[in-house]
Every structure is written in C-alpha cells, then in structure tokens.
C-alpha cells in the first residue's frame, strides 16, 4: 500500500465505532452481508437495450452468492432470444459477482442483471421474508401450464382503434364489437395448452377446439371481428 507523504506526516487516530453493515432481509433471516456469498434470495430484474427495441425480465434463484436457476424471458427483439439461449447457459454456477461482470451478449440483459443484483444486495428480493427461501426451479411457477410467458400484445390507431392480438388468456381470435363498435370481449385459444395436447397426440383440430376460451360479453354480440385481418 503506498501512501503520500500527507498521509505520512499524520498522526494516527483510534477508529472507534464498527458496527458494520445494516442487516437485509434474505429468505427470512436478518443477514450482514459483508462478501458475496452472504447474499441469497429469488428476485427479478428488467432490462432494456439502448435504442430501447427489446426488453428482458431476468429471475434468478440465488443460494449462498451462487446463481442456481435463471430463467430469461425477453420481448420486441429477435436477435435477444438468442442472446438469451446464451445467457442462460453462462449464468448457472456463477456468483452473483460474476453473472454482473459477465458479457451477457444483449444489452438488454445485462441491464436486468445489474437491476436484479441491486435488489438481491439490498434485500429487496422476492423471498426476503420467506424462511428458507424457494427451491431451485421455482421461477417456473410464473410461466404457468405450457411453461410460456405472460405476453400481452395490443396495436391501435386514432384511425382504426384497437385490436386485441394476444393477451394473458392466449392468442386472439376474433374480437366481438357492440352496436357502438365498442369492443366488449374476445375469443381465444389457449397456444400452451393446445401444444401440450397435440404433443400428446390429440388431434390438431381437436386440440385447437378444447382449448378454446372467450372473455367479457362475447357470446351473442352484435359483431365480431378478426384483429388480424379486419
């Protein structure tokens, strides 16, 4: 350690108070995190690249520093799901340390894992208060049956109005209108489910039928359309 000759020609004063750092909450104990393998929870970060194109919502289960599940979910860009695919190869067995000094390959997810590690080192995470934290795979539970993210995408105009494309029930079909043309409900399928069916070996046309759903006033209204062509 090399000191300048200010510092030299100072006398030395006793440092008095070391308390060290505040206690965080982490899956349901008080912890002083004095080095990265103090650090332990589940939480979420999100992300965006610069021109701000795609975004990325990154969970990550993290045990004693150590990134045990990651799951990687990313929206608006196509080149960030296979930044994505590569993310989630590196970032597994990494110490939370690591994974933020890591080139994740898309911005957008680098950005997620610097937000997420600001909420893990600050206690702000998802199991701050549950004992034991969640078990590894539990980041999964969000995608729900079909293991697909929650999506929702709506285009409109001041011209045209709104069309309904795909919402977190599924993909849409047709949009029924009142007299008004007020759009009141819509119908829909649900994309997971039906796979899952047709991977099963139901037939595709019966697959795509039981899984069928509609919300709002649907049934018997005065119009319907498709938000795709109409």
Request: proline share 4%; with cysteine; charged share 25%.
């Amino acid at each position: 350690m090399n000191y300048s000759h200010e510092v030299e020609r100072m006398c030395p004063i006793a440092k008095g108070a070391n308390h060290g750092p505040a206690p965080i909450p982490e899956e349901g104990r008080w912890v002083k995190a004095y080095q990265i393998s103090d650090i332990s929870g589940l939480s979420h970060g999100i992300g965006w690249c610069a021109p701000q194109q795609g975004a990325c919502k990154l969970t990550l289960n993290v045990k004693d520093g150590i990134i045990e599940e990651a799951l990687v979910e990313t929206l608006g860009c196509s080149g960030m799901t296979h930044s994505a695919a590569m993310a989630g190869e590196i970032l597994p067995g990494k110490t939370l340390l690591e994974a933020l000094n890591t080139d994740l390959v898309c911005d957008a997810i680098n950005v997620a894992m610097r937000e997420i590690f600001k909420q893990l080192v600050y206690g702000r995470s998802q199991t701050a208060f549950s004992e034991g934290g969640l078990p590894i795979g539990a980041s999964l539970e969000d995608l729900g049956k079909g293991l697909r993210s929650q999506v929702g995408t709506v285009f409109s105009t001041g011209y045209k109005g709104v069309r309904y494309l795909e919402l977190a029930e599924g993909y849409i079909l047709s949009v029924a209108l009142d007299e008004n043309n007020e759009a009141i409900g819509y119908k829909f399928v649900k994309v997971g489910k039906m796979l899952e069916d047709i991977r099963r070996g139901v037939d595709a046309q019966t697959a795509f039928e039981k899984n069928l759903g509609t919300y709002g006033r649907y049934e018997n209204a005065p119009k319907y359309i498709d938000p795709r062509e109409e």
